[in-house]
Nanobody, 115 residues
Framework: QVQLVESGGGLVQPGDSLRLSCAVSGSIFSFYAMGWYRQAPGKQRELVAHVSNSGSTVYADSMKDRFTISRDVAKNTMYLQMNSLKPEDTAVYYC?????????WGQGTQVTVSS
């Protein structure tokens, strides 16, 4: 059974950094692609960043200069490094993976940016 488990969220101040982790049960290579999404209160879920099995990445325009998506294949873990956080980055962040058996989501981790 495939499971994605996020961690690393929390309460930070504007300008701070956080690194989110997404631990994959099984092999990370089983996924065609993986990504991070976020959903702020009252808003639709939106793409943050996406990485394919080849390693190519895509970022949302508002985040591409501040966020970095990466994978550690040996640890079966995907990361999202977030720098220069802003209050508008406050949201629940979700890990997503797509493989031949379906589209999988983690339970989400809350990130709150506030002074």
């Amino acid at each position: 059974q495939v499971q994605l488990v996020e961690s690393g969220g929390g309460l930070v101040q504007p300008g701070d950094s956080l690194r989110l982790s997404c631990a994959v049960s099984g092999s990370i290579f089983s996924f065609y692609a993986m990504g991070w999404y976020r959903q702020a209160p009252g808003k639709q879920r939106e793409l943050v960043a996406h990485v394919s099995n080849s390693g190519s990445t895509v970022y949302a325009d508002s985040m591409k200069d501040r966020f970095t998506i990466s994978r550690d294949v040996a640890k079966n873990t995907m990361y999202l490094q977030m720098n220069s956080l802003k209050p508008e980055d406050t949201a629940v962040y979700y890990c997503n993976g797509l493989n031949p058996t379906g589209d999988y989501w983690g339970q989400g981790t809350q990130v709150t940016v506030s002074s």
